[in-house]
């Protein structure tokens, strides 16, 4: 199971995933989450990737998920900050970011939705101040 959201006014897109994720539901996520990146039409915004309960993926699913990190990162996201509770789940999305852009300094792993939160709240103001 996968749900996609935006937040244009927090300029955030949400992501959450739980479940095993069938091929199909991945290039169903990737194609809504496209549309949701494009509509900030390349400037810097946030992923909010709530993974609590997402199994392991398959390595086509990590294909699948490496472009949608990818395609986000080629066209402005700044900040992904990562909620998962699986440790394996958490290394397969540091993986794919790394390969997505060396040296990952766009996910922030937390630990909770409260913290996820405030740390959108923190990069929001990062944001403000770079578009001054």
């Known amino acids: 199971m996968y749900e996609t959201s935006i937040d244009q006014m927090r300029r955030t897109i949400r992501v959450r995933a739980s479940g095993t994720l069938t091929i199909d539901e991945l290039r169903e996520m990737y194609e809504a989450s496209k549309r949701l990146t494009d ?5 810097p915004h946030m992923v909010l990737a709530d993974m ?4 392991p993926l398959s390595p ?5 998920f ?8 080629e ?4 900040c992904c900050v990562h909620l998962s509770d699986s440790s394996i789940a958490r290394l ?5 970011a790394r390969e997505a852009s ?20 923190e990069k929001q103001g990062a944001m403000r101040t770079k578009a001054s």
Not at 39 to 43: A, C, L, V
């Open 39 to 43: 509509s900030f039409y390349g400037r």
């Open 52 to 55: 609590r309960g997402l199994a």
């Open 60 to 64: 086509d699913g990590t294909k699948i």
């Open 66 to 73: 490496g472009d949608i990190i990818k395609y986000g990162r």
């Open 75 to 78: 066209r402005g996201t700044i």
């Open 92 to 96: 397969q999305a540091s993986r794919l």
């Open 102 to 121: 060396p040296y990952d300094d766009i996910t922030v792993n937390v630990v909770s939705m409260e913290e996820a939160e405030k740390v959108i709240q």
